[in-house]
């Protein structure tokens, strides 16, 4: 079965680092998404992507984050300077249609851990 | 809007039924439920789209109210297996992203 995979599966940078957190989604999916969850609690909504664009984004991915699909299959989330609270489980998803109508498969996650 | 759910933790016996709910305050263009084990990604379990259409590919079950604006999970005779945290995420309007709910741990004992 296809499958959305992510690297590294952790990462531990001190405060204020550059992360990129990098996702290959499913070849024939449309859409692609980063989520978090912070231990124990909900899977927040970061952005989503399609056609090369974001097409939304929630108000945690403030101008510190940004998205890229670099090369066709590559799906990357760059944090600038990472702070405390970004340590979170982060779980990009890709969906061949919008969520509307289609599942997403998610990736296993990248733990991100802010020292 | 979050969706909320409820209960927040169920504790069955083997071979139990468990009904996990599902509600928005906002009207629904699609439900999606996902179960997540300790330490790993959500799956999809299955989809309901507005208008009564189901797609899925587990043997759980789940109807939508679309006046309510509710949906309900149904786990019958659950198995080990069974156990984990299952999510349900919401699409309004034919957005095509989804908000999850806060969660409902099932834990399933011999």
């Known amino acids: 079965e296809p499958e959305v995979t992510q690297t590294p599966s952790h990462q531990v940078t001190q405060m204020g680092q550059e992360v990129i957190l990098r996702c290959v989604p499913i070849?024939?999916?449309?859409?692609f998404y980063w989520y978090r969850q912070i231990l124990g609690q909900k899977v927040e909504f970061l952005v989503s992507?399609?056609?090369?664009?974001?097409?939304?984004k929630s108000e945690i991915f403030d101008d510190q984050f940004s998205v890229e699909r670099p090369d066709g299959s590559n799906f990357t989330l760059k944090i600038r300077s990472t702070k405390l609270e970004d340590s979170a489980m982060y779980f990009c998803?890709?969906?061949?249609?919008?969520?509307?109508?289609?599942?997403?498969?998610f990736g296993s996650g990248t733990r991100l851990t802010v020292v | 809007q979050q969706p909320v759910q409820s209960p927040q933790a169920v504790i069955l016996r083997e071979g139990e039924d468990a009904v996990i709910n599902c509600s928005s305050s906002?009207?629904?263009?699609?439900v999606h439920w996902y179960r997540q084990k300790h330490g790993e990604a959500p799956v999809f379990l299955m989809i309901?789209?507005?208008?009564?259409e189901q797609k899925g590919h587990e043997k759980i079950s789940a109807s939508f109210n679309e006046k309510k604006q509710q949906s309900s999970l149904y786990l019958t005779a659950s198995q080990l297996s069974y156990s984990g945290t299952y999510f349900c995420?919401?699409?309004?309007?034919?957005?095509?992203?989804?908000?999850f709910g806060t969660g409902t741990r099932l834990t399933i004992i011999p």
């Open positions: 998803a890709s969906s061949l249609q919008g969520a509307a109508d289609y599942g997403y498969t």
């Open positions: 070849s024939n999916h449309l859409y």
């Open positions: 992507f399609y056609n090369n664009e974001i097409s939304e």
């Open positions: 906002k009207a629904l263009y699609s």
């Open positions: 309901l789209l507005k208008g009564g």
């Open positions: 995420g919401i699409s309004n309007f034919g957005n095509e992203k989804l908000t």
